[in-house]
């Protein structure tokens, strides 16, 4: 069975410096995708970044990237700038290519320090 | 796009009554799945439905939970009798299926509180 694990529940960052948050997965599969979630305290779930396991380049939105370590099957969000906006919790997510369900890991909180 | 549309966005009811959670997806999406969020279970799929059929709802707690889809843009999650124990962020959630690599969309959830 597929896992997600997120190691950091809790980071800290000051502003306009840049934190990196960790997630490593667990599978078997070859085709499957790797997503970024936040959630302020609005409670909103909202995309932050999508990666497909084909992809050998990592994926970039704005201020946000990730590196994808596929052998080392690691998932990390680099967020540069860090912005008070950016306090939330950040979910890592997997999706198999052949299921519809998402594995979540547990999230880490963000914390942006002005 | 209005993006998915939840309702109420609070409710608060008292013990043994039913309550009523409802979803609108994003036009064009086929897939519908409905959430449970605790702090101590993270973030539980209760039910999924693919073009307006139930998929997957082993995930439902018991009998007290019901999800229906009467079409592609409405979804209600119904709880009778509710207990406190069903207290917890509810979200919908909505994709295109053949568009796996695009993750899930989801509404602003219901907060839902039974005492």
């Known amino acids: 069975a597929q896992t997600v694990t997120q190691s950091q529940p809790e980071m800290s960052v000051q502003e306009a410096e840049t934190v990196t948050l960790s997630c490593t997965y667990d599978?078997?599969?070859?085709?499957?995708?790797l997503f970024w979630y936040k959630q302020p305290p609005s409670r909103q779930m909202i995309l932050v970044i999508r990666q497909e396991a084909y992809k050998q380049q990592n994926a970039t939105e704005n201020r946000f990237s990730v590196n994808f370590q596929k052998a080392a099957k690691s998932f990390s969000l680099k967020i540069s700038d860090s912005q008070l906006g950016d306090a939330a919790m950040y979910f890592c997510?997997?999706?198999?290519?052949?299921?519809?369900?998402?594995?979540w890991g547990a999230g880490t909180k963000l914390i942006i320090k002005p | 796009d209005a993006g998915v549309i939840q309702s109420p966005r609070h409710e608060v009811t008292e013990m043994g009554q039913e309550v009523t959670l409802r979803c609108k997806p994003i036009?064009?999406?086929?897939?519908l799945f409905w959430y449970r969020q605790t702090m101590m279970r993270g973030l539980e799929l209760l039910i999924y439905f693919n073009n307006n059929v139930p998929i997957d709802d082993s995930g439902m707690p018991e009998d007290r939970f019901s999800a229906k889809m009467p079409n592609a843009s409405f979804s209600t999650l119904k709880i009778q009798p509710s207990e406190p124990r069903d207290s917890a962020v509810y979200f919908c959630?909505?994709?295109?299926?053949?568009?796996?690599?695009?993750?899930?969309?989801f509404g602003s959830g219901t907060r839902l509180t039974v005492v």
């Open positions: 036009s064009g999406h086929n897939s």
């Open positions: 997510a997997y999706r198999s290519g052949s299921n519809y369900q998402l594995i």
């Open positions: 959630a909505s994709s295109w299926s053949r568009r796996t690599n695009y993750g899930y969309t």
């Open positions: 599978t078997s599969e070859s085709d499957y995708y």
